[in-house]
């Protein structure tokens, strides 16, 4: 079973051996965090407002308001990720109307609890917003006997040199122990642009462009810097200055 992170389940149901039962199984998820219990569908509708579980098991029959009626008081769309819980067979249908991402039948078993767990940690890593990625402003530079902090707004342009890269600084070159892939993936793309499988610049420090041939063109940057645009880069190239070349 994958790794939660410190997942909060709610268990809903009106006898507390059921409840047991969902707890003790939920103990042996890794990174479950938090395990709420409650007896009744009015508790249940509170805890899920106030305390904001990820996922719910959710008895479909309780006295007093029902699994459904949790539903309807919370807003199917506002619910955690639930899960279903009934002795009764017949309920199957209205708990997937009601958007339920599972049902579990009682009796089950453990390896029916697993595949249910399964899916609510695959619906969750769904939901999970994509990290936003992290850019870098300045670069630190090691050379014998000092160490520089270059601003990336500063570097006109980059050159593959083998397995590392030439920052090209005010018309001064300074060797960085990082392949052009990996630094291409920490600059911004707002200001940089991969125009060679060697090259990237940076869009503020170009001067203008020489076409070359069959498609190709020369960068002339400031500080005297030049650099190709290839075939195979001049798209993305077009597409950061929004017109073709």
């Known amino acids: 079973m994958p790794p939660a992170s410190a997942l909060k ?19 042996r998820v890794d990174g479950v965090g938090a395990v709420l219990e409650s007896a009744d569908g009015a508790t249940a509708v509170r805890m899920i407002a106030n305390d904001r579980p990820d996922a719910v098991f959710l008895d479909m029959q309780m006295p007093g308001p029902s699994g459904l009626d949790v539903v309807a008081a919370v807003g199917a769309d506002r619910m955690p990720v639930t899960v279903f819980v009934t002795a009764y067979d017949q309920y199957a249908i209205r708990a997937f109307e009601a958007n339920a991402l599972d049902y579990l039948l009682k009796p ?4 029916r609890f697993e595949a249910a767990m ?11 917003p994509a990290a936003e990625p992290v850019h870098w402003d300045r ?6 006997g000092a160490t520089h902090i270059v601003k990336t707004a500063d570097i006109d342009w980059i050159e593959a040199v083998g397995v590392y890269v030439n920052l090209y600084v005010g018309g001064k070159a300074l060797l960085y122990r990082s392949p052009i892939h990996a630094l291409a993936d920490r600059l911004d793309p707002v200001h940089f642009v991969r125009i060679h499988r060697s090259a990237i610049v940076n869009l503020e420090s170009i001067l203008h462009l ?17 650099a190709k645009v290839s075939r195979t880069y001049r798209s ?10």
């Open 9 to 27: 389940i709610l268990v809903v149901d009106d006898e507390a051996l059921a409840r047991r039962r969902i707890v003790d199984l939920l103990a």
């Open 108 to 111: 089950f078993g453990d390896e």
């Open 118 to 128: 399964r899916r609510i940690l695959a619906r969750l890593e769904e939901r999970r």
């Open 139 to 144: 670069l630190v530079v090691k050379s014998t």
């Open 210 to 226: 020489e076409p070359i041939s069959h498609g190709e063109f020369d960068v002339v940057l400031k500080h005297g810097g030049r």
């Open 236 to 245: 993305q190239l077009e597409q950061r200055l929004g017109q073709a070349l």
